[in-house]
């Protein structure tokens, strides 16, 4: 059976051009790139390439590039490596609620190490005001942190905005640009951030790649000591192929975006209306039109997200799912939870992420097969029964 | 996606007994929404015997087979028979669960013991408004 994936953030294809670029970094080139003799000069010479390409991609100088083993190690490195480091100057940090649990977790642990984490809400759409942050800024904030894009619903944060009233206040700004790198135009400069995330598999780069951009003035320990590495913040001898990899996709995502980028947000702006104009019951999450260009997050209200993703699968169509049976600490999703979402719906929510893959063609099976198992899961919820009686008892009151 | 085994694959695709007895003579609903998992069962009972198990389950995967098994083992015990049946045992009859659906997913006795408690007090109500 052929299959539809519609689930790209969990992963991609790696594009040959992409493979190609790496396979060389195995045996061909195998050297250490801090050797001093020749061996050393390829691979040196491919890592330094890669890290041009990648800080192309989000308007940085490419001394401003630490190469990571993917974005959660990224997030690690700016928050705990800048809190390590921030000494006397204060231990509170500012963050929201929505962020990834590579955030969230390691601030749950600093708060136990002593410092004070605000977590800001958020809208219903899941964005951050600039004022609440410029009002929960104190004389002991040493870090803000807050991501680019939500990864699970889409929504775009106002970064210039929020990072701008940290600049004033003078406090480091980080955010997580995990989602949005390789998807949204991206430029440090013009943004204001202080350090800024990437992860290499969001956009066609190989797993386990990921960067950190680190600018001028911002003073961080590493988290992984040794040699001098990565400008002595990353110790350990470089992995060449995932950074050649990674420099690769930057470099395609740098030169195609504006192409691809629309195109998928089309397709998702297309297989939105589908499903709406075909299914009952469903509802948005995540802004409008403010959103990454291949995320649409709906809830199916009266079903659960794990029953609909095992259908889908049956249908050969691949989502991920909110629902607290579909997470394995069977919470769930606290994005949802934030911007508001009732729990019943956050149960039946579906999370689409296409690809450059993606087609047109696929739509209309996808919104056939949806509404197929919505209508049959529907058939068995003891919510869709009582709402069909409440629904019934009204039509006869009036 | 969490492994199943194929009978509760079975049993989650194609469902046995699925809907809401129009008279029942007892309901039993457990769970609700927020831990991703409900339950309604209702059953109809003659000479003693679950002459019909049906039930209605918001869930995953496994709640719904679960709630499919139960209502297919149930059907034609007796009372005392059918409450015997434990979660466990439904478990095992399907092949096994996954260790993290064992407790908040298999609530198919509870909802079936439920329901016969419901009957039991509606019959107390019947005899104590006769005597």
Sequence with gaps: ?398 | MPMYSEKVMDHFMNPRNIGEIEDPDGVGEVGNPVCGDMMKFTIKVKDNRLEEVKFLTFGCGAAIAVSSMISEMARGKTLEEARQISNKQVAEELGGLPGNKMHCSNLGADALNKAIDDYMEKQKLKTGSIS
């Design chain 1, 1 to 398: 059976m052929s299959q539809i994936n519609l689930d790209y953030t969990a992963a991609a294809p790696l594009p040959s051009v992409v493979l190609d670029a790496m396979l060389p970094y195995f045996s061909e080139h195998y050297g250490n790139p801090s050797s001093g003799h020749n061996l050393g000069e390829k691979p040196k010479q491919a890592v330094e390439e890669a890290r041009e390409k990648v800080a192309r991609l989000i308007g940085a100088s490419d001394r401003e590039i630490i190469f990571t083993a993917s974005a959660s190690e990224a997030n690690n490195l700016a928050v705990r490596g800048l809190a390590a480091a921030a000494g006397k100057k204060g231990n509170h940090i500012i963050s929201s609620g929505v962020e990834h649990f590579s955030i969230l977790n390691q601030l749950k642990t600093l708060e136990k190490d002593g410092f004070a984490v605000t977590l800001l809400p958020v809208d219903k759409y899941g964005r951050v005001n600039p004022d609440e942050l410029a009002e929960a800024i104190n004389e002991q904030t040493i870090l803000i942190t807050i991501q680019t894009a939500n990864p699970e619903i889409g929504t775009i944060q106002p970064i210039k905005e929020l990072a701008a009233v940290s600049a004033n206040k003078g406090v480091p700004f980080h955010t997580d640009a995990a989602a949005a790198a390789g998807w949204l135009p991206l430029n440090v400069d013009e943004l204001g951030v202080s350090m800024l995330t990437i992860s290499g598999d969001q956009f066609y780069g190989p797993k386990g790649s990921g960067a950190l951009f680190v600018g001028k003035g911002t003073r961080l320990r590493p988290l992984i000591e040794g040699g001098t590495q990565e400008k002595g913040l990353r110790a350990g001898t470089e992995n060449v192929p995932a950074i050649v990899g990674l420099g690769e996709a930057a470099g395609l995502a740098y030169n195609n975006m504006n192409e691809y980028a629309p195109r998928v947000a089309a397709l998702r702006d297309k297989l939105k209306e589908s499903l709406f104009g075909s299914i009952p019951h469903l509802y948005l999450n995540g802004h409008p039109e403010n959103r990454i260009p291949r995320n649409l997050n709906v809830s199916v209200a009266y079903v659960e997200g794990e029953a609909l993703l095992m259908r889908l699968n049956a249908a050969g169509i691949l989502v991920a799912s909110g629902s607290s049976c579909t997470s394995q600490v069977l919470k769930s999703s606290h994005v949802l939870k934030a911007i508001g979402v009732p729990a019943e719906l956050a149960q039946g929510s579906l999370q689409f992420a296409l690809g450059k893959e993606n087609s047109t063609d696929d739509i209309p099976y996808v919104t056939e097969k949806l509404a197929q198992v919505a209508e049959l899961l529907r058939s068995m919820s003891p919510l869709y029964h009582k709402f069909l009686k409440e629904e019934n008892n009204n039509a006869h009151v009036q």
